[in-house]
């Protein structure tokens, strides 16, 4: 009865592969994100999804695309994938009140390294 | 450019006694405040919170102190206990976003409680 899921755990890729993660959360949010958590262990937003609709978009390289299906799911795409991509992702959701007290409720997380 | 500042990377702290960590912004316009704890291979968990027209908000053992003038708050928790040994990130976030909450974070603290 996981909340919010990621899949995979661990990936491991070389570099100018392209890669996808996967998020989904089953408690009924209308509104997911992905962060990101670079070397210095900050953790920065990238993106934004409301009721499917991109709401927030850092600036982030074009290589990274997210997708929403459906509200309940949030995937990331990578394309030619580089040596500073590794990191760990967080996929993130929430239910939208209008106000910035939404609490956010994270996945695992995904270690994604790059070779 | 980080608006949200945790200067202590590391703390130890002695097993039921008080655990104080800080956090510094520098965006005047967050309205809202957070603390997060990161367990090793899991993602942020929502710990407690404090709204900018509060200076003090208690939840157990868990209070968070405000001060604006200064744009720092605090966590404290007490007593301390070993499972509270772990990662605490100090976010905040701003009013402004329509569907989205945007939360910055810090870099976090690592708690660490000795018997």
């Known amino acids: 009865d996981t909340a919010v899921s990621q899949t995979p755990k661990y990936l491991v890729t070389q570099m100018g592969n392209d890669k996808s993660i996967k998020c989904e959360q089953n408690?009924?949010?209308?509104?997911m994100y992905w962060y990101k958590q670079d070397s210095k262990k900050f953790l920065k937003i990238m993106f934004s999804?409301?009721?499917?609709?991109?709401?927030i978009n850092e600036t982030v390289p074009n290589r990274f695309s997210p997708k929403s299906p459906d509200k309940a799911h949030l995937n990331l795409h990578i394309n030619s994938l580089e040596l500073g991509d590794s990191a760990v992702y967080f996929c993130?959701?929430?239910?939208?009140?209008?106000?910035?007290?939404?609490?956010?409720?994270f996945g695992p997380g995904t270690r994604l390294t790059v070779l | 450019d980080q608006q949200v500042k945790q200067n202590s990377p590391s703390l130890s702290v002695q097993e039921g006694r008080i655990s104080i960590l800080n956090c510094d912004y520098t965006?005047?316009?967050?309205?809202?405040f957070l603390w997060y704890k990161k367990y090793p291979a899991e993602g942020p968990t929502f710990l407690i919170s404090?709204?900018?027209?509060?200076d003090k908000n208690e939840d157990g053992r868990f209070t968070v102190f405000l001060n604006k003038s200064a744009k720092h708050l605090s966590l404290h928790i007490v007593p301390s206990q070993p499972g509270d040994s772990a990662v605490y990130f100090c976010?905040?976030?701003?009013?402004?976003?329509?569907?989205?909450?945007?939360?910055?974070f810090g870099s976090g603290t690592r708690l660490s409680i000795r018997p």
């Open positions: 993130a959701s929430s239910q939208t009140t209008m106000t910035s007290t939404d609490t956010q409720y």
């Open positions: 408690l009924g949010h209308d509104t």
């Open positions: 999804y409301n009721n499917k609709e991109l709401i």
């Open positions: 965006n005047s316009m967050f309205d809202y």
């Open positions: 404090i709204s900018s027209i509060k």
């Open positions: 976010a905040a976030s701003a009013a402004g976003y329509s569907s989205a909450s945007k939360i910055i």
